[in-house]
Every structure is written in structure tokens, then in C-alpha cells.
Nanobody, 114 residues
């Protein structure tokens, strides 16, 4: 069984910073990619940032230059700067294995006040 445990969400004022962390545990095939998705109320779950096993990163356009994703083995962090109210959402950690399995964390709330 695979578990992804997230931490670091919370309430912050517009322009502030937060750092999200996620650690995977359990038995799984080699990691192909890890990333962060978010889901705002009434909306779908969208990619925020992803890092491949080769270290290649991919960011959603609105967070480029403000968010930085980093990965070390089965741990992935998301450093968020210059936060905006529209960044408010539940953020989910994702792990994709080389076998094509996808696992999700339980989600952590990020709220940015104006």
C-alpha cells in the first residue's frame, strides 16, 4: 500500500509564501514523476507542477516564476511565492510509477486572503 503524506498548507495573505511537502511511503515501482495538482471549489483537479525522474519540470502557466517544484527520491516539495487569492485551492500530491500507477495524497488546503 502506498501512502502520500502532505504538509505545509495553511492561510496566508496575498503576496505571501508557503512551502508544501509530500513524502511517499510503502511499496511501489520506480518513480516516473511526482507533482502537485490543485482543485478549487466547483472546479476540476488541475496540474500545478510536475517533475520527472530525469528532473525535468513542467509548470502551469499562471504559476511560472512564482512556484518551484523540487524532488528528492520519494519526497516532493512545492515552494510558493507571491501567492494570489486565485491560488486558493486544495493541493494534492501525485506520484506516477514506471508501471503507470498513479497515487494521490489526501490533499492540503491553501487559502490566500486578499
Amino acid at each position: 500500500q502506498v501512502q502520500l503524506v502532505e504538509s505545509g498548507g495553511g492561510l496566508v495573505q496575498s503576496g505571501g509564501s508557503l512551502r508544501l511537502s509530500c513524502t511517499a511511503s510503502g511499496t511501489f515501482f520506480n518513480v516516473n514523476a511526482m507533482g502537485w495538482y490543485r482543485q478549487a471549489p466547483g472546479k476540476g483537479r488541475d496540474l500545478v507542477a510536475q517533475v520527472s525522474r530525469e528532473g525535468l519540470t513542467n509548470y502551469e502557466a499562471s504559476v511560472k516564476g512564482r512556484f518551484t517544484i523540487s524532488r528528492d527520491s520519494a519526497k516532493v516539495d512545492l515552494q510558493m511565492h507571491s501567492l494570489k487569492p486565485e491560488d486558493t485551492a486544495v493541493y494534492y500530491c501525485m506520484l506516477l510509477t514506471t508501471a503507470g500507477e498513479r497515487f494521490w495524497g489526501q490533499g492540503t488546503q491553501v487559502t490566500v486572503s486578499s
